[in-house]
């Protein structure tokens, strides 16, 4: 259930989430607390308007894409949905997202995120099965795949009262503060597309995951590639409205006192003198002092965690910064790094970049394969608040930390050979 102020519904538009509306509430008071600060005002209004914007993308999207049934969801590169959505029609934007997902590595990439969801992690290799299927441009198996995965998931997330998706009306499917609730989202395609009924057999080929018709084979045509495609984006609909509602369920953080206020007052004033005394910086294996470089030793002692397959060790390092700080989970990195060995490394340069950033620069061997890498790290604590580097009171954390986002894989280097 949610929390009271959490509750689950549709909202008529973007602006009507409570992030959006919470975001800009603080903007106006910031710029009423900027009367002092006249400086501040530029950035204030350019944060104001990037606000807007991706509100105004994502009603724009639902506009468009959302007359044929499709749903926004977080897994979305906004500058990519933001070109998509500037297409003339709705048939070009809409095969422009097939196209999009159809990319190399996309649903890949996607699909990270899902192997750290209990009940999603389980039905993994079922969801991999899905996927090489569909790149092999196989749909009829794949979209019958990906509905008993959905409908699994969904089952699982109430041990007291299971219901799988097919079970559930729209009102089950609204969610508190995520873009699939919009009311042209996630609900109304499930009450209007996926539970709709079909009692008579019809061989009219159909673009919509009808999962009634296509479960009980009363559609026979279905097997395309807008269904198939439908079917991943369906999918990521269902992860993100379970997590929002996990996410309504937890009780909010509570109100901060003036004493947490002057705190954050006085530690903010310390960033901005860290900051102003920061500097680039560039050090190599023949600086003196290299490997007490607190990016090195970061670095140094991941590669040999990835060495020894030791692959708790590596979570350690892989932490994605928000607002939990936690790890990654071993099992999930596993699967991300169980296709790559690597028989040695040596580390070269050390670029500070930025504040919070360094680029480290390496030789791996990987799979047989020497490999000059360029590896991004971020500098943050153990809540996930990026710091500058020269304060302490952080660590460094891989980011990205796939191995795919710095390694060619084998089969791409047997490809190119």
Request: with cysteine; net charge neutral.
């Amino acid at each position: 259930m949610p929390t009271p102020g959490r509750e689950h519904t549709r909202y008529a538009s973007a602006f009507d989430l409570p992030t959006v509306i919470e975001i800009r509430q603080q903007i106006r008071g910031m710029k009423a607390l900027s009367l002092l600060k006249p400086s501040t005002r530029p950035q204030l209004r350019e944060l104001e308007a990037e606000v807007v914007r991706l509100a105004s993308l994502i009603d724009r999207f639902y506009d468009g894409l959302g007359t044929r049934n499709w749903i926004y969801t977080d897994d979305f590169n906004v500058s990519r949905i933001n070109a998509i959505c500037d297409l003339p029609s709705v048939d070009e934007q809409e095969q422009a997202l097939i196209a999009l997902y159809r990319e190399p590595g996309t649903l890949s990439f996607m699909l990270r995120r899902l192997r750290s969801r209990p009940g999603m992690r389980e039905r993994m290799a079922l969801i991999e099965t899905a996927l090489k299927d569909y790149q092999a441009d196989r749909y009829a198996g794949m979209i019958h795949v990906l509905i008993s995965v959905m409908d699994g998931f969904v089952n699982d997330l109430d041990a007291a009262r299971r219901r799988g998706l097919h079970a559930r009306d729209g009102d089950d499917m609204t969610a508190w503060d995520s873009v699939v609730s919009h009311h042209k989202g996630l609900a109304r395609v499930h009450e209007t597309v996926f539970r709709k009924p079909f009692y008579k057999l019809s061989t009219d080929e159909v673009f919509d995951l009808y999962r009634h018709g296509v479960v009980h084979g009363n559609l026979t045509s279905y097997a395309n590639v807008v269904v198939a495609t439908k079917a991943w984006n369906y999918l990521f609909a269902v992860a993100d409205w379970a997590k929002a509602r996990e996410l309504a369920a937890k009780e909010p953080e509570p109100e901060p006192t003036w004493g947490d206020v002057l705190r954050k007052t006085a530690q903010l004033g310390l960033d901005k003198k860290a900051l102003a005394a920061w500097e680039k910086r560039e050090v190599s294996a023949e600086t003196e002092g290299f490997e007490l470089e607190t990016a090195y030793a970061a670095c140094a002692e991941l590669l040999t965690q990835w060495q020894r397959r030791n692959y708790g060790g590596m979570a350690q390092h892989l932490a994605f910064p928000g607002s939990s700080g936690s790890h990654r989970k071993p099992g999930e990195v596993k699967d991300l790094y169980k296709e790559f060995s690597l028989a040695s490394f040596t580390i070269h340069r050390i670029r500070i970049e930025a504040a919070a950033v360094a680029k480290v620069e390496a030789d791996l061997e990987v799979n047989g394969s020497h490999q000059a890498v360029t590896m991004r790290w971020i500098y943050h604590d153990d809540q996930g608040q990026t710091l500058v580097e020269s304060q302490g009171g952080g660590r460094w954390y891989l980011a990205p930390y796939g191995p795919t986002t710095f390694v060619t894989p084998r089969s791409e280097l047997q490809d190119a050979q």
